[in-house]
């Protein structure tokens, strides 16, 4: 059984910044790019990055460019989102998932965790 567990999230103030972490059990987490996705309160979930298997590539979405980075450490089957400069809009549930193709749309990734909650206060 595969499973991705969020956690890291909580109540930050604008300007602050916030880690998130992802791990991962049942696959063979270093074959699969991870990727993070959010979905604030009445809007569509978006994507927010992505990083291939090796870490070689990542992207990211314009709205959080200069500010996230993603990562990951294989060896610990895990993933993060370090989130610095935290805006209102990024109030929002944040979910990882993995994916054998980092490119792909998000109905194409393979697998979801169940998301942890980021709350921005300004």
């Known amino acids: 059984q595969v499973q991705l567990v969020e956690s890291g ?21 270093s074959g699969y790019g ?16 992505a990083i291939s298997w090796s870490g070689a590539s990542t992207r ?9 980075t993603i990562s990951r450490d294989n060896a610990k ?14 109030t929002a549930v944040y979910y ?3 994916t054998n193709n980092i490119y792909s749309a998000p109905s194409r990734w393979s697998y979801w965790g169940k998301g942890t909650l980021v709350t921005v206060s300004s």
């Not at 990211?60 to 996230?68: E, H, L």
């Open 77 to 90: 089957n895990t993933g993060y989102l370090q989130m610095n400069s935290l805006k209102s809009e990024d």
């Open 60 to 68: 990211y979405a314009d709205s959080v460019k200069g500010r996230f």
């Open 9 to 29: 999230g909580g109540l930050v103030q604008a300007g602050g910044s916030l880690r998130l972490s992802c791990a991962a059990s049942g696959l063979t987490f």
């Open 34 to 49: 991870m990727g993070w996705f959010r979905q604030a309160p009445g809007k569509e979930r978006e994507f927010v990055g």
């Open 96 to 98: 990882c998932a993995a």
